[in-house]
């Protein structure tokens, strides 16, 4: 019982400090594929206090971003840890992105991230761990819009997965 | 020149009207409610009365409770627990005869029967780091929450008392009337959390370098329930993240903490020469008369000193606050502590703060001035700060008490200090000291109307920031020529407003229940008053009915109805539709320019006509004479009419000018040349005003703003006539991003094609 206790005593410190701050552990991509240019374009929205606390904690303590100094570094981290949690399957095939960079804007990052090549998608599937390693109600939200069909996902550590399928 | 446009815009109005007419339902249609976006709010708002007025002032029956508190409170700072004994004495000033009172125990919230984590929804992790897993499931603590020892009347004869929850009731001897006044006594201890660990709005911060603790101390003791006409007795209870509703009164208040702790907290500190050394008292003196730098009371040096030697002595600290809703203090044997004098209005107050050797340069250089900065553009929003001083603390969380608040922002361990955290400490030191006004001082209940002081308070501090980079440029970072605010501007709703409508909620609705509590009860609501501001109401009316809405509530308790009506009788402004959309609805801004479809005049009859004729049963040629419009593009249209003045395309108004007007009058005449309907729609559901810019082919532009009421009749889609001097060349909505319309790819005339935000980043880098 006191196990659990504390358990819970633990999420709710996230919910409950910090008055001001966002208390919403939550990033936001937005998938649009471009058929004209064959490419799948991901802009992945996401407070720079949570990829901050995560860099730091997973690859280096001294860290800050968006401060000018080390941010080449800062890319190679960012696309690192990008590729080692989000995945994406489209035609039931595994997917490459590039990490094109990233982009600060108040208290949110922008990552920019492409799938080149892709002539048509029937399947589309994205496995969205961010954040999950740090942040226990973490919840990624995932928004589509692909072959002009919009769709939306709410992804925690227990249902990762969204996928989209249309009809040949 | 006028007299022509308005004949000439009579006929395109006609035409119109006609073709609406033309539609015919062949069912009988069903009846509806009235679904208007306009009407008034008469079903949502409280029914005004003695207590509450339709003017949204307190009425002639207006009353509220007072509890005044006696407090001993004892720090045992080696096992971090507190104890206390305390007089409260209640006032009932209501009309309603009281069986029993109601005293708050926040501190069960951490109780081990606390209903807190039992209401959230939670799941293991599939996977997780040791250190987690450790804290999650292996590490142990104290048990928290009150420990109630006794609750008395003044012969110290037990009174019989019953805990629910983070709630006491107190069964009174006799029942109280009017009046009445009833004094009890209740001795408590608990072990204080450690609020960088378990969370919590208050607690100590620990620091193993020099096993030292900050504590930042609220909530610490049993509080009254506030009573009124509009809840009776409050019945919401705490479960951490909705805050407080707390009836006002004077507190009497000693805490014996350390000997060389340095505290301060709500109140006059009244025994400052028995606490404070003999150079501490000079410094004083001089912090006083020091209106542009703060001066250092107790210095780092000293600080790093007290944390070392480590006295097992204790000393009393005693404080009086008068007409306060609650007490804070702040207690550290690491504080280094500054202040310096403001002048509001014709009086001085103390700016102050309270921070470990860790904060500095930071809080040396800036809480101060940040704070004093503050309190200046607050008093011209609302009132003069009518407290003595307003204390800065730095703790890890953001939390405010009457004059008292606890504020993040600190160097990392290596020196730097970020962007983030420099704008963050002002930010949250401005946001802090604010709530100094809302909800300390106009009082409304937290719990209940989150965005009430939280919205209220980010919009007044999206104000205060600007002022504050202002008044001081040193302050911000290098290349900044603003304070940045992130919440406030309109286009920085639109991420919320456009989201996934499952996780959003009107900004009337209980914090507690919302899922994005930031954006619903502080980003949305700063943003509607921002825009009501600058767009609907203008700075002037505005800001006079804002201060009206201040001065009438302070030290008292509103509603949201009390606001809203405030805003509108000071305004003459009708504001029910603002509301109503804003702050009862999700709906969020989307106008667009649906077409713009140019006219020429022409002397032949075209279809109109014929269609007149037909439905008055004549024949073409015996209608009365009528210029008539051609639209570009239709089969009635040619091209020759494209290059014609509108007088050589129609004898009929030749004829008319020749007929009604002398030589000379005719000679003055101009008019217009070109002829346009334009028409707007409205995916959004919110009613907004359209903000339109026309840029003629000469280059000059034009703004002009059709009021929100312009969509009264149609929700879906509304259109205007335009006759100019000069060709319309493009057409743009809401220019300046002024009324957060999620979509402005249909915001202009030709169509914008815009450059997706990927493609900008991608062709940047």
């Known amino acids: ?168 | 020149m006028k007299k022509l446009i308005h004949y000439c815009l009579a006929i395109l109005f006609i035409s119109a009207g006609l073709s609406a007419q033309e539609i015919v339902k062949p069912e009988r249609q069903s009846g509806h409610k009235n679904e208007n976006k306009f009407k008034e709010l008469y079903d949502e708002f409280a029914t005004p009365n003695m207590f509450r007025t339709g003017s949204g002032a307190p009425g002639p029956g207006y009353y509220q409770q007072q509890a005044d508190y006696k407090m001993d409170i004892e720090l045992d700072d080696v096992n971090s627990k507190l104890s206390g004994y305390e007089t409260i004495t209640y006032t009932n000033n209501s009309p309603d005869e009281l069986k029993y009172l109601w005293v708050q125990l926040d501190q069960n919230m951490r109780a081990p029967d606390s209903k807190t984590p039992l209401i959230e929804s939670t799941f293991t992790e599939q996977a997780q780091s040791p250190s987690d897993f450790v804290k999650k499931y292996m590490k142990d603590q104290l048990e928290r929450g009150f420990h109630i020892e006794k609750v008395t009347d003044t012969n110290g004869k037990s009174l019989p008392h019953m805990i629910n929850g983070t709630m006491m009731r107190v069964e009174l001897p006799k029942s109280m009337n009017t009046g009445g006044k009833f004094s009890f006594n209740v001795q408590w201890w608990y072990n204080i959390n450690n609020h960088v660990e378990e969370g919590g709005r208050s607690g100590f911060e620990y620091f193993s370098d020099t096993d030292n603790k900050i504590y930042v101390m609220a909530q610490f003791y049993p509080r009254m329930a506030v009573y009124n006409d509009v809840e009776g007795w409050q019945n919401a209870q705490f479960f951490g993240r909705d805050e407080f509703a707390l009836p006002f009164g004077n507190y009497e208040v000693n805490i014996t903490v350390p000997a060389d702790h340095v505290l301060d907290g709500t109140g006059r500190l009244m025994n400052r020469k028995e606490v404070f050394t003999k150079q501490m008292m000079t410094r004083f003196e001089k912090a006083k008369k020091s209106y542009d730098e703060p001066v250092v009371i107790v210095t780092q040096a000293e600080a790093e000193a007290a944390e070392k030697l480590k006295s097992t002595k204790a000393k009393t600290w005693k404080f009086y606050a008068e007409n306060v809703r609650d007490f804070g203090w702040a207690s550290s044997r690491k504080f280094i502590w500054d202040m310096m004098a403001v002048k509001i209005g014709d009086k001085d107050v103390m700016a102050v703060s309270l921070y470990p050797p860790e904060a500095n340069p930071l809080w040396g250089d800036w809480s101060s001035k940040t704070v004093a900065s503050t309190l200046i553009s607050y008093s011209r929003m609302t009132f003069d700060y009518p407290y003595h001083k307003a204390i800065s603390a730095s703790a890890p969380m953001g939390m405010e008490y009457p004059m008292i608040c606890y504020n993040f922002g600190r160097p990392d361990k290596n020196g730097t200090i970020s962007k983030r955290t420099r704008y963050g400490m002002m930010g949250v030191i401005i946001h802090e000291v604010g709530h100094n006004f809302f909800p300390m001082i106009v009082n409304s209940d937290e719990r209940q109307w989150t965005w009430m002081d939280e919205g209220l308070n980010t919009f007044v501090q999206y104000v205060a920031q600007g002022d504050f980079g202002a008044k001081y440029p040193d302050a911000l970072a290098l290349g900044d020529t603003e304070f940045p605010s992130r919440r406030g501007p309109a286009s920085k709703i639109v991420p919320y407003m456009s989201g996934n409508q499952d996780y959003i909620a009107p900004i009337m609705s209980k914090g507690l229940n919302t899922h994005q509590f930031g954006n619903n009860a502080y980003g949305k609501p700063a943003t509607a008053l921002n825009i009501l501001r600058e767009t609907i109401m203008g700075r002037e009316l505005f800001d006079y009915s804002f201060r009206e809405y201040a001065q009438r509530w302070k030290f008292k308790h509103p509603t949201p109805e009390d606001f809203f009506r405030t805003m509108e009788d000071a305004s003459a402004m009708d504001l029910d539709w603002y509301w109503r959309g804003w702050f009862y609805t999700t709906d969020y801004t989307d106008i667009g320019l649906k077409d713009v479809k140019r006219l020429y005049v022409s002397s032949k009859p075209n279809q109109a006509a014929i269609k007149i004729a037909f439905d008055e049963k004549k024949s073409i040629d015996d209608l009365e004479p009528m210029v008539y419009f051609v639209e570009e593009g239709s089969d009635e249209y040619n091209t020759s009419m494209k290059n014609n003045d509108p007088l050589q395309n129609s004898t009929t108004l030749k004829e008319y000018l020749m007929d009604n007007f002398t030589e000379e009058e005719r000679k003055t005449i101009e008019s217009p040349k070109y002829f346009y309907n334009i028409t707007f729609d409205k995916p959004g559901g919110l009613v907004m005003p359209i903000i339109v810019e026309y840029v003629y082919a000469d280059g000059s532009k034009e703004r002009v703003t059709y009021p929100a009421q312009i969509w009264r009749h149609n929700d879906r889609e509304v259109s205007k006539a335009l006759a100019t001097q000069k060709e319309i060349v493009s057409i743009k909505i809401d220019p300046d991003l002024e009324t957060a319309d999620i979509d402005t790819s249909n915001n202009a005339w030709p169509k914008e094609i815009k450059q997706s935000k990927f493609e900008q980043f991608k062709s940047k880098n």
């Not at chain 1, 064959?38 to 996401?46: G, L, T």
């Not at chain 1, 720079?48 to 968006?66: C, G, M, P, Q």
């Not at chain 1, 190679?76 to 949690?85: A, C, R």
């Open chain 1, 1 to 168: 019982m006191k196990a659990v206790k504390i358990l819970f005593l633990t999420l709710l410190f996230s919910l409950i400090s910090f008055a001001p701050i966002h208390k919403f552990y939550v990033s936001v991509s937005q998938i649009e594929y471009v058929s004209e240019k064959q490419s799948v374009q991901i802009i992945m929205r996401i407070f720079i206090e949570d990829l901050e606390n995560l860099l730091r904690k997973r690859y280096d303590s001294e860290i800050t971003l968006n401060e000018s100094e080390k941010e080449s570094q800062i890319n190679e981290y960012i696309n690192q840890y990008l590729s080692s949690k989000v995945l994406f399957e489209i035609n039931n095939e595994l997917k490459k992105f590039n990490f094109l960079g990233k982009e600060y804007e108040d208290d949110i990052v922008f990552c920019y991230l492409e799938i080149e090549n892709v002539s048509k998608i029937k399947d589309f599937k994205i496995t969205n761990n961010l954040f999950f390693d740090v942040f226990d109600e973490q919840q990624n939200i995932i928004k589509t819009n692909i072959n002009s069909e919009k769709e939306s996902f709410v992804l925690t550590s227990q249902k990762n997965k969204a996928e989209v399928h249309f009809k040949p």
